[in-house]
């Protein structure tokens, strides 16, 4: 692919570390977003006539999400394995007490449809305290092609850390990541590694992500629909030209971008979302596999799902906090900057303001100001659900009812998640650790 250069937005912009350190540094900026907020709505509410500048914002992101939607993707190809230079794939399984579920990992990478030997297999066990490595011992002796990596205790960074210590031992031109739970179909490379080809700044694919436990209760029932909204907006962003990005589970990068990039950050929760803004900020696409998806399980009760969407959501907004100088300059396109700033307001911005906006309203005694944001990022939800279900699942009448009321109940938790997430991280260091998805197999 074209040579791209990565540099970090931040070294001229950011404080001497005797000043302020990495984490205070990260606090401050969350602290000075949630004021600039919380004074804006009080703004607004002391200036009535500044809400027709609300309905005018709601307008424009309306505008842009009636365009998102309407875009046309672009078909897939398939890799003819009978062609010359196919690439060597690295494949990365990181794995901390996953006993139960790696033989099923490893088995569906055995029945991937691709040279064995232009495939890198490793997992990387990460000072596992459970059957891990005896498990992964069977499994070498039935797959004498799998490599395991095991780490020592203490070792730090969690999943980065893991990533980036096997990185070296590696030897594919493409590296692709699977978490300990997924399942892999057979024909995934085949259908992934021509997107990689596709273009000279194409620099990583992710794949759709679904829940193999769908069935199990409302919980998994609500991540699979939840899965299908994401990826149908991953779909329309990468089409019209916007921020594509990394799910973890299920992608796949050249290998020289990553190493350009400095490999994966061991200094956040997230690391797919992390990499993701690194990748753009070098100049690289991401594209988005549709078909067909990479399944891992969901999980099964309302506290583990809390403490994994509060991971996902300091993730995700600590790359705005890390990297917001890119998202300024000239390293992204118009369309890409405009992107980000649709989806960071209603992710981040509208949820932190909605406290601010009802106390003003009842102790002003009258309506709230940002209702008409509230409508327009409720609308995207549901005009995605809709449009997303029908080409995943093709559901028709009441059956397309009842998962979109489900859903939309479902979804409300990511308001109370992303309040107390951005209200925390002023106050608190950034979490390294976090409640561990027991995965069952």
Known sequence: MEELVWRDPEEVWQAPEWLLTPAQRRRLKALMVLVTVWTGVYLLHQFPVLRWGVVALSLLILGYITWLFQAESEATPTLTLSATGIPKVSLLIPAKNEAAVLPNVIASVAALDYPQSHLDVWVIDDASTDATPEVLADLQRTY??????????????????ALNEVLPL??????????????????????????????????????????????????????AAEMILDAYLQQQRVAVGGFGELRGNGQLVHRSLLVGCGGWNESTVTDDLDLSFKLH?????????????????????????????????????????????????????????LDLAVFFL???????????????????????????????????????????????????????????????????????????????????????????????G
């Open 144 to 161: 004498p092609w799998l490599q395991v990596h095991r780490r020592l205790p203490g070792s730090g960074g969690g999943k980065s850390g």
């Open 170 to 223: 590696t030897v594919g031109s493409v590296v692709a990541v699977f978490d300990a739970d997924a399942r892999l179909p057979a024909d995934l490379l085949q259908r992934a590694l021509p997107l990689l080809q596709g273009g000279e700044k194409v620099g990583a694919v992710q794949v759709r992500k679904a829940i193999a436990n769908a069935t199990e209760n409302a919980w998994t029932q609500g991540q």
């Open 281 to 337: 900020l070098a100049g690289a696409e991401i594209a988005f596999l549709p078909d067909p998806p990479v399944y891992e399980e969901g999980v099964t009760g309302g506290i583990r799902l809390w403490h994994q969407r509060s991971r996902w959501a300091e993730g995700g907004y600590q790359r705005f906090l890390d990297y917001w100088p890119g998202m300024l300059g000239q390293q992204l396109s118009p369309v890409k900057r």
């Open 346 to 440: 209603n992710q981040y911005l509208l949820p932190m303001a909605l406290v601010p906006d009802f106390l003003w309203a009842a102790l002003m005694d009258h309506s709230p100001m940002l209702w008409p944001l509230g409508v327009v990022a409720y609308l995207t939800i549901v005009w995605a659900l809709w449009s997303g279900h029908r080409q995943v699942a093709d559901r028709r009448g009441w059956a397309m009812v009842k998962v979109m009321l489900l859903t939309l109940v479902y979804m409300l938790h990511w308001v109370p998640v992303m309040i107390v997430t951005t209200a925390r991280m002023c106050v608190q260091p950034k979490r390294l650790h976090w409640v561990k998805t027991e995965h069952k």
